[in-house]
């Protein structure tokens, strides 16, 4: 099994539904994130958290919310999902003071219609 | 704000030749990290390689190194001998330390291994 599972992997939905995309994580990790990667855009940062009590807002939060439900869980939702809305995004983790590299999902490929 | 800045949006290159990636960065904090991904076609993100502004040494790791020049604040990617398993988009990365830590993404370069 893969230590950071997204699901689902794939959605399409209709604009003005809310979505919710789940991560859950098996490394143990403190730190996770959510990104989106749109193609010549590459990765942007959504939202992360540094703990259960600690959630930040990265470079493009609007649009989106986010709940840490337990050290394990990390979910991103998207309460009115727009066209622009569409992207694949990633669930990613990392240790509390390491050098920080990330460890990701799969991915998530969300088409709004 | 720190910023990575990826001026190469796609590159083809023989076989067995080296590939450099171009990567350079911004930002004013002392303490940082830097980061080469991959990503194959099949979608996911692999790391490469990681730098830390300290760091005396470029970093090294098989074929893949960083070419680090502090003072004009680039970070490319060097490919030894490329495959063609190699082709992928690339991504350069960088967290600031001891603050806020986040990591952030440049646009990445598309690369091609030709036979």
């Known amino acids: 099994d893969a230590d950071v599972t997204q699901t689902p992997r794939n959605r399409i939905t209709k604009t003005g539904k809310r979505i919710m995309l789940e991560c859950s994580q098996t490394?143990?990790?403190?730190?996770m994130y959510w990104y989106r990667q749109d193609p010549g855009l590459g990765l942007r940062l959504i939202y992360y958290s540094f703990d259960v009590k600690d959630i930040n807002k990265g470079e493009i939060s609007d649009g989106y919310s986010v709940s840490r439900q337990a050290q394990a869980k990390f979910s991103l939702s998207l309460e009115s999902a727009i066209p622009n809305q569409t992207a694949l995004y990633f669930c990613a983790t990392s240790e509390s003071g390491s050098a920080g590299e990330l460890f990701f999902g799969e991915g998530s490929r969300l088409t709004v219609l | 704000a720190q910023k990575i800045t990826q001026t190469q949006p796609g590159m083809f290159v023989q076989e067995k030749e080296a590939v450099t990636l171009d990567c350079t960065y911004d930002?004013?904090?002392?303490?940082?990290?830097l980061f080469w991904y991959k990503q194959p076609s099949s979608g996911e993100m692999i790391f490469l390689i990681y730098q830390g502004s300290y760091d005396q040494q470029n970093a090294t790791e098989g074929r893949y190194s960083l070419n680090f020049q502090k003072a004009r604040k680039s970070a490319n990617l060097v490919i030894s001998a490329s495959q063609l398993g190699d082709s992928a988009m690339y991504f350069c990365?960088?967290?600031?330390?001891?603050?806020?830590?986040?990591?952030?993404f440049g646009k990445g370069t598309r690369l091609h291994i030709l036979p």
């Open positions: 990365a960088m967290n600031i330390l001891n603050r806020d830590d986040k990591i952030i």
């Open positions: 930002t004013s904090d002392p303490s940082y990290g």
């Open positions: 490394k143990g990790h403190d730190r």
